[in-house]
T-cell receptor
């Protein structure tokens, strides 16, 4: 069964600090992995996509990594800002005709001033 | 429109009533998804439409839930005889889904349903 596990479930950090969110998956055959950001009361928005051949990708202060061998991904946030407070969701898609991606439960990040 | 549009944004109904939630996807997106998100929980897949193909209804929690997509565009999610446990935010997403892989999902703002 395809599964995506995220850790930690929640995280509280001070503004300006860095943090790393983890995602482990068992989706097969692997196609791509996306990190979405969901602000409170809004729909999720894609931050980055990782494909099999990519190890790291940055989007501003967000850097995602992928280890396809261990089936792990991380999202690193540098110099956190209050606006980074949100839920971060790891979503993994399979190849071969299945168009229903597997969602993790998300990590709730709170950035305090 | 520029993005996925959902209506109503908020709906309060009494237990036992039927409700309809509407989703207008991004023009040209062939794929449309419905998800349910209960308070503080992750997204739960409900149903998937792709072009003119038969929808994947594997996520619908009961036969009280149904959805249709007319003309490959607008979709309506119907919940009959609502129960209090149906209270949640219902999110719609659309995607281009190039052949062989799932594209980026673009979400609407959601419809918050409260069943009294």
């Amino acid at each position: 069964k395809n599964q995506v596990e995220q850790s930690p479930q929640s995280l509280i950090i001070l503004e300006g600090k860095n943090c790393t969110l983890q995602c482990n998956y068992t989706v097969s055959p692997f196609s791509n992995l996306r990190w979405y950001k969901q602000d409170t009361g809004r729909g999720p928005v894609s931050l980055t996509i990782m494909t099999f051949s990519e190890n790291t990708k940055s989007n501003g202060r967000y850097t995602a990594t992928l280890d396809a061998d261990t089936k792990q991904s991380s999202l690193h946030i540098t110099a956190s800002q209050l606006s980074d407070s949100a839920s971060y969701i790891c979503v993994v898609s399979a190849s071969g005709g299945s168009y229903i991606p597997t969602f993790g439960r998300g990590t709730s990040l709170i950035v305090h001033p | 429109g520029a993005g996925v549009s959902q209506s109503p944004s908020n709906k309060v109904t009494e237990k036992g009533k039927d409700v309809e939630l509407r989703c207008d996807p991004i023009s040209g997106h062939t794929a449309l998804y419905w998800y349910r998100q209960s308070l503080g929980q992750g997204l739960e897949f409900l149903i998937y439409f792709q072009g003119n193909s038969a929808p994947d209804k594997s996520g619908l929690p009961s036969d009280r839930f149904s959805a249709e997509r007319t003309g490959g565009s607008v979709s309506t999610l119907t919940i009959q005889r609502t129960q209090q446990e149906d209270s949640a935010v219902y999110l719609c997403a659309s995607s281009l889904n190039p052949a062989g892989r799932t594209g980026e999902l673009f979400f609407g703002e959601g419809s918050r349903l409260t069943v009294l």
